[in-house]
């Protein structure tokens, strides 16, 4: 099955600065990447996906890339800002969208 | 208001006991799933369901049955509640526009 796994598990960054979260997985026939952000008690929010056909997708200060030939996709966020601390997950899925795996989340922490 | 919807929002619970928890979707999707997220904040899939049809079922206990009366419906049921059954449940359903969750439901058992 499906493995994916998400670095780094907490990251700080200044208000301001670039945060970059990493993500691997290992069954090559995943072909859709979708991120979600989770605020504190809050469910988790679907913020930028890529399928495998893209190598990049941009969404105002947020982007997505993925290298297929490696099994990696990333997530930037640049110009943070403190309302972007939360937890970020990644995942893949197939086609059919019958099970996604998540990786295991990575806290955000944008400091004033 | 589109969306995923869950209740309740808190249960609270003796070990020993039996709960439900309801899901609704008005998206129109065609699969529903549920979630288990820890106090790690793991989110680990429980089921997923297609068109009222199990599809994935990843190695729950056979005390949570999950029930889908049709396909925006997806309800849980727990039986014989333990301790380690605490966590927030999501519900969540997907389109090939992508997967949206629930509010959840954060269940406590004493």
């Known amino acids: 099955g499906e493995n994916v796994e998400q670095h780094p598990s907490t990251l700080s960054v200044q208000e301001g600065d670039s945060a970059v979260i990493k993500c691997t997985y290992s069954?090559?026939?995943?072909?859709?990447f979708p991120w979600y952000k989770q605020e504190l008690g809050k469910r988790p929010q679907l913020i930028i996906d890529i399928r495998s056909n893209v190598g990049e997708k941009k969404d105002q200060r947020i982007a997505v890339t993925l290298n297929k030939t490696a099994k990696h996709f990333s997530l930037h966020i640049t110009e943070t800002q403190p309302e972007d601390s939360a937890v970020y997950f990644c995942a893949a899925s197939k086609n059919n969208f019958n099970k996604f795996y998540f990786g295991s989340g990575t806290k955000l922490n944008v400091k004033p | 208001d589109t969306a995923v919807s869950q209740t309740p929002k808190y249960l609270v619970t003796q070990m020993g006991n039996d709960k439900s928890i309801k899901c609704e979707q008005n998206?129109?999707?065609?699969?529903m799933y549920w979630y288990k997220q820890d106090s790690k904040k793991f989110l680990k899939i429980m089921f997923s369901?297609?068109?009222?049809?199990?599809?994935i079922n990843e190695t729950v206990p056979n005390r949570f049955s999950p029930k889908s009366p049709d396909k925006a419906h997806l309800n849980l049921h727990i039986n014989s509640l333990e301790l380690g059954d605490s966590a927030v449940y999501f519900c969540?359903?997907?389109?090939?526009?992508?997967?949206?969750f629930g509010p959840g439901t954060r269940l406590t058992v004493l």
């Open positions: 998206l129109g999707h065609d699969t």
């Open positions: 969540a359903s997907s389109h090939p526009g992508g997967q949206f």
């Open positions: 369901y297609n068109n009222k049809e199990l599809i």
């Open positions: 069954d090559s026939a995943s072909n859709y």
